[in-house]
């Protein structure tokens, strides 16, 4: 298994032949070095960012600083990339302290609408589907003409395991199933997940959102259902079979059954991961998908998290190529002012802190 991001191209270069060339058929892997000199003035302080407990000598920081390598990673078929920056890198991952958070949380369950959703959520035309640990509603502001919502009981969102996670999905499913068979124009179903407000949750209170459209599904899923369909042209080879082997062969992937939770290469923010399923939504997939979250939260500090949900069509069109995917990226500290994403991730690449050899650890706890 790589030690960290820093190393892969190596690692890459002492892989087998076939699994070498799947890697470089999919990905450009590099290393590189900036330097920079430091004024005697700024010295101190950058002694402050850049020491490391087992440091001896001042001088080890300013070394740090002064020579700093970066990973880089692109997919030559979704155009994906991501710049990894040794110092950002070797900061340990590690739980953050939130009791402020909880508090926050607490107080708002006071006058909370979500805490009762019957009331205070308002409903699609045709009612609502009622789950053991959530309830279905109409999301008041309209992303699109067909936008629910999976309001949770509990209030905490954090507050979730196995069991809530594949009551949520499920009536997530049983909404966009039925809305498909009022209609069944609309086909391609989408759900996400915005956890607290630094992610772009309205309310703390947890829930979820499902979509569904129809001649396409949305635009990022799309372009994936593109790049599928090119590399299968090119290579006569499965695209999500053959991203998955790759992180595989590099040790970036932890199986829950049918599925394969991934911390990807390419992530679109912090500590990034995807949990690839098969062609329908089933139980190991939502067990991947509750295992990660709790991972993330738990043993990776996270607190505000966006999931998306790329999801096959409902009526099983026989050329869709690309299993059920779930997402996850870590969304930033709600404490912070400082927004985790700027014009780089905009319009560059993204420059990612966290590892991903280290992120799939989380899962072995
Ligand atoms: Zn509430």
Request: glycine share 6%.
């Amino acid at each position: 298994m790589p030690e960290s991001i820093l190393t892969l191209a190596e690692r890459v270069a002492e892989l087998g032949h076939a699994e070498r060339e799947r890697v470089y058929r999919l990905f450009e892997i590099s290393t590189l070095t900036g330097q920079l000199t430091v004024p005697e003035p700024l010295m101190s302080k950058l002694v402050d960012w850049f020491a490391e407990a087992d440091d001896t000598d001042p001088r080890q920081a300013v070394a740090r600083a002064s020579t700093q390598r970066v990973a880089r990673t692109f997919n030559r078929f979704s155009g994906e990339g991501a710049l990894f920056n040794e110092l950002r890198a070797r900061r340990p991952l590690c739980a953050r302290l939130h009791e402020d958070l909880d508090a926050r949380i607490e107080r708002a369950r006071a006058g909370c609408d979500f805490c009762d959703p019957q009331r205070m959520t308002t409903a699609d035309t045709w009612g609502r589907i009622t789950g053991r640990h959530s309830v279905s509603a109409a999301n008041a502001s309209m992303y699109d003409a067909h936008h629910g919502m999976v309001v949770f009981r509990e209030h905490h969102p954090h507050r979730f395991g196995r069991e809530q996670v594949q009551d949520y999905l499920d009536v997530a499913m049983q909404w966009l199933r039925h809305t498909h068979e009022v209609d069944r124009s609309l086909r391609y179903p989408f759900i996400m997940w915005n956890c607290l407000e630094k992610a772009g949750a309205s309310q703390p209170h947890g829930h979820l959102q499902m979509l569904i459209t129809r001649d396409r599904p949305y635009a990022r899923q799309a372009r994936h259902m593109t790049v599928a369909d090119a590399y299968r042209q090119q290579t006569h080879s499965s695209y999500w079979d053959d991203w998955v082997a790759v992180h595989e062969s590099l040790g970036l992937t932890r199986g829950r059954g049918a599925a394969t939770c991934v911390a990807t290469l390419t992530p679109v923010k912090e500590k990034e991961m995807v949990i690839v399923g098969g062609l329908t939504v089933e139980e190991d997939f939502i067990n991947a998908v509750a295992d990660t979250l709790r991972a993330l939260i738990d043993r990776l500090g996270v607190l505000s998290f966006n999931a998306g949900f790329f999801l096959p069509p409902l009526d099983g069109t026989p050329e869709y190529d690309m299993p059920a995917i779930a997402c996850i990226v870590d969304r930033g500290d709600p404490a912070r002012l400082t927004g985790d994403i700027g014009a780089m991730e905009l319009y560059g690449s993204t420059v990612v802190a966290s590892d991903p050899c280290r992120v799939i650890e989380a899962l072995d706890a």
